[in-house]
């Protein structure tokens, strides 16, 4: 069994500023876990993915995650916030295998940028 | 590649009148899953293939909805008749086995009056 859980359903930053959306994970395996964000009217897009190689893992956008087994987080960070990153941003879980039953989806984190 | 290409991308249609969504998924990729995406309710997985065969459609809401996959590059999710809660958006979605990511297409939105 697995479940994801983004600790904030919204997170507003200014222009600029740093950004951590937060993901925790629980899993009997040892996961794989991504990072989606969806544009409005836009499909969900890999920002990044962790499949046990290094703990930190960069993405696109200047984005990257780090895996705390310990602490079973992947929070999601960027140094400095762009208007273009506003969006919703969802954390996914997948176990081993390729079916359904192994990917959870997170009920997603709104990112509100300030000018 | 093209990506995951859905079609229609907009679908504005009458209450009983039958809708069909279709889906072009990635070639090589084995897996190919349809969501429904509201407001309401966010994310929800209706069914997925694997292989061409459909392996849990447990997420289908009623009868009304039914979807195949003739082939490896094919799939289509039909409703009929269409209610006003069925609008939303619904993305197909495809991967590979093992720990591949999914790929998601751009969705079709659907409203139904």
């Known amino acids: 069994a697995q479940s994801v859980t983004q600790l904030d359903s919204h997170v507003s930053v200014s222009e600029g500023t740093p950004v951590l959306l937060r993901c925790n994970y629980s899993?009997?395996?040892?996961?794989?876990l991504f990072w989606y964000v969806q544009h409005p009217n836009k499909g969900l897009q890999l920002l990044l993915k962790y499949t046990s190689a290094a703990t930190l893992v960069k993405g696109i956008n200047g984005f990257e995650a780090e895996f705390k087994k310990s602490e079973t987080s992947f929070h999601l960070t960027k140094p400095s916030a762009h208007m273009s990153d506003a969006a919703e941003y969802f954390c996914?879980?997948?176990?081993?295998?390729?079916?359904?039953?192994?990917?959870?989806f997170g009920k997603g984190t709104h990112l509100i940028i300030q000018p | 590649d093209a990506g995951v290409i859905q079609s229609p991308r907009h679908e504005v249609t009458e209450m009983g009148q039958e809708v069909t969504l279709r889906c072009k998924p990635i070639s090589g990729h084995d897996y190919l899953f349809w969501y429904r995406q509201t407001m309401m309710r966010g994310l929800e997985l209706l069914i997925y293939?694997?292989?061409?065969?459909?392996?849990?459609d447990s997420g289908m809401p009623e009868d009304r909805f039914s979807a195949k996959m003739p082939n490896a590059s094919f799939s289509t999710l039909k409703i009929q008749p269409s209610e006003p809660r069925d609008s939303a958006v619904y993305f197909c979605?495809?991967?590979?086995?093992?720990?591949?990511?999914?790929?998601f297409g751009e969705g079709s939105r659907l409203t139904v009056l």
């Open positions: 293939f694997n292989n061409n065969v459909p392996i849990d």
């Open positions: 996914v879980v997948s176990a081993p295998g390729g079916g359904a039953d192994g990917l959870t």
């Open positions: 979605a495809s991967r590979t086995s093992g720990t591949g990511e999914l790929f």
């Open positions: 899993s009997s395996y040892s996961p794989s």
